[in-house]
């Protein structure tokens, strides 16, 4: 069965550092797609960055790139130059192939990273 | 655009009533789902709803029905609603290849 662990319930990084936050999943299968997502304290979850399974590139987007590792199955997400906005709760998400044409989701249960001035 | 939009963003029930949490999206996607987010957890698929006429269970359904109204809309309804039900509630939609769903603001369901 697919799966989503994030290991890191909580982390603090210092302004201006960069962070990784660890994702690992679990598949079977060849096609598939992953994501992150930012939830702030005002609760809205915001999309981030995406990677298929196909992709020969990690994805990037502005302060966001996703350290893809097919052969390990994991998908870390590393935010460079830290800010305090980035303080937030941080999803990792899979999903499913070919389950009719809606793009079911598994979400981790989320990293919080608390950025310190 | 609005994006994705829910209502209510606040509810109180007591034990038994019922309700219907209402959600749009003026994106033209295809596809919308229902999830609920339980304190320090992450999100867990009620229901979804691939296109317009087509609705399935996800990981969570029990307590729980769902109307794709039309394309635009899909609604939530708790029938008789359980303080286990206690969650922010979230609409979310999507299309294209890669599939990211995006978010509406939630609903935050207190039952007592």
């Known amino acids: 069965a697919q799966k989503i662990t994030q290991t890191q319930p909580g982390m603090f990084v210092q302004e201006k550092e960069a962070v990784t936050l660890d994702c690992t999943y679990d598949t079977s299968d060849q096609s598939y797609g992953l994501f992150w997502y930012k939830q702030p304290s005002s609760g809205e979850m915001i999309f981030l960055i995406y990677q298929g399974s196909y992709d020969e590139q990690n994805a990037t987007e502005g302060r966001y790139s996703l350290n893809f590792q097919k052969a390990r199955k994991s998908a870390n997400l590393v935010i460079s130059a830290s800010q305090l906005g980035d303080s937030a709760m941080y999803f990792c998400?899979?999903?499913?192939?070919?389950?009719?044409?809606?793009?079911?989701?598994?979400f981790g249960s989320g990293t919080r990273l608390s950025i310190r001035p | 655009n609005a994006g994705v939009t829910q209502t209510p963003k606040f509810q109180v029930l007591k034990t038994g009533q019922s309700m219907t949490l209402q959600c749009a999206q003026d994106m033209n996607h295809n596809s919308m789902y229902w999830y609920r987010q339980d304190p320090g957890m992450g999100l867990r698929l009620i229901y979804y709803?691939?296109?317009?006429?087509?609705?399935d269970k996800g990981e969570v359904p029990n307590g729980y029905n769902v109307s794709r109204l039309n394309k635009r809309e899909f609604s939530l309804r708790l029938e008789s609603a359980a303080p286990s039900q206690t969650s922010v509630y979230f609409c979310?939609?999507?299309?294209?290849?890669?599939?990211?769903?995006?978010f509406g603001p939630g609903t935050r369901l207190t039952v007592t």
């Open positions: 979310a939609s999507s299309s294209g290849e890669t599939g990211e769903q995006y």
């Open positions: 709803s691939a296109s317009e006429g087509t609705t």
């Open positions: 998400a899979m999903r499913h192939p070919g389950y009719s044409s809606a793009s079911k989701i598994i």
